[in-house]
Nanobody, 122 residues
């Protein structure tokens, strides 16, 4: 079982930047995938970005390409989401997830963090 703890959310203005962190503990395997999802009020949880612990393969939702960057620090068992040029439509609860497989569908991810709120004002 993997435990995930997100941090770094907050209230920012449009155009600002924010960096989210997700610290993993427990069974962290070198070939596991990690990802960020987000869920806005009244909407479904959607994929934002993903990365494998090894190899550095990354994947992004079209809505965040060029603005968000996912990265990892294997020594700290932590992944990050650097969010630049934030827009009001980025407002959501952001969740970290872990699973052996990389997929954009949230129902296939086995471990989840508690989420961190990101609010972008216009």
């Amino acid at each position: 079982q993997v435990q995930l703890v997100e941090s770094g959310g907050g209230l920012v203005q449009a155009g600002d930047s924010l960096r989210l962190s997700c610290a993993a503990s427990g069974r962290t395997f070198s070939d596991y995938a990690m990802a960020w999802f987000r869920q806005a009020p009244g909407k479904e949880r959607v994929f934002v970005a993903g990365i494998f612990w090894s190899g550095g393969y990354t994947n992004y939702a079209d809505s965040v390409k060029g603005r968000f960057t996912i990265s990892r620090d294997n020594a700290k068992n932590t992944i990050y989401l650097q969010m630049n040029s934030l827009k009001p439509e980025d407002t959501a609860v952001y969740y970290c997830a872990s699973d052996p497989s990389m997929t954009t569908l949230p129902r296939f991810w086995s471990s989840w963090g508690q989420g961190t709120q990101v609010t972008v004002s216009s």
